[in-house]
T-cell receptor, first 113, second 113 residues
Framework: GDSVTQMEGPVTLSEEAFLTINCTYTATGYPSLFWYVQYPGEGLQLLLKATKADDKGSNKGFEATYRKETTSFHLEKGSVQVSDSAVYFCALSGTSGTYKYIFGTGTRLKVLA | DAMVIQNPRYQVTQFGKPVTLSCSQTLNHNVMYWYQQKSSQAPKLLFHYYDKDFNNEADTPDNFQSRRPNTSFCFLDIRSPGLGDAAMYLC????????????FGPGTRLTVL
């Protein structure tokens, strides 16, 4: 079945470091791909999305490119801040005629001052 | 601002005592979802409504029920909460069923004593 695999956390970085959180997927058809961020005690907020191959989603300095050839949607940010500390979820939707989300397990990011 | 609202943010109940969680939306979206999220895990879809049509996930326990009296409101009823039902409950909406992004509320943290 369809699935999303994220790198395990926690990822611990110093402020201003470069961030990569890997996300790969297995899916039939052509899913839409999403990154959500969850701050402690809060719900999920959409960070960025891409709906077709080679699309690049970007928001708040974060970027991710939909790579069909490698079935990947890695999240990157050039310079992280302490305020970026959160859990990041990769998700896909829209395969096999379904709208339901398939989430990865989440990656916790800790940014140290 | 259009949004998804969940009340209460924190709910404490006793083992076996029925509890209802509330979700409302000002987005006028057709689809409303309920997720259960346990600590350090991805959200797990319990069920959703597309307009008035209720769709239960196959592995959702019978102890969990839902009502959607109108477009704006959706309720999650837990008939006899057990200790294992302690979790964050997330409500989400989407405009329709076809590959649209989901908008999440802030969640209700349920504690079962």
């Amino acid at each position: 079945g369809d699935s999303v695999t994220q790198m395990e956390g926690p990822v611990t970085l110093s402020e201003e470091a470069f961030l990569t959180i890997n996300c790969t997927y297995t899916a039939t058809g052509y899913p839409s791909l999403f990154w959500y961020v969850q701050y402690p005690g809060e719900g999920l907020q959409l960070l960025l999305k891409a709906t077709k191959a080679d699309d690049k989603g970007s928001n708040k300095g974060f970027e991710a490119t939909y790579r069909k050839e490698t079935t990947s949607f890695h999240l990157e940010k050039g310079s992280v801040q302490v305020s970026d500390s959160a859990v990041y979820f990769c998700a896909l939707s829209g395969t096999s005629g379904t709208y339901k989300y398939i989430f990865g397990t989440g990656t916790r990011l800790k940014v140290l001052a | 601002d259009a949004m998804v609202i969940q009340n209460p943010r924190y709910q404490v109940t006793q083992f076996g005592k029925p509890v209802t969680l509330s979700c409302s939306q000002t987005l006028n979206h057709n689809v409303m979802y309920w997720y259960q999220q346990k600590s350090s895990q991805a959200p797990k879809l319990l069920f959703h409504y597309y307009d008035k049509d209720f769709n239960n996930e196959a592995d959702t326990p019978d102890n969990f029920q839902s009502r959607r009296p109108n477009t704006s409101f959706c309720f999650l009823d837990i008939r006899s909460p057990g200790l294992g039902d302690a979790a964050m409950y997330l409500c989400a909406t989407s405009r329709d069923m076809k590959w649209n992004e989901q908008f999440f509320g802030p969640g209700t943290r349920l504690t079962v004593l």
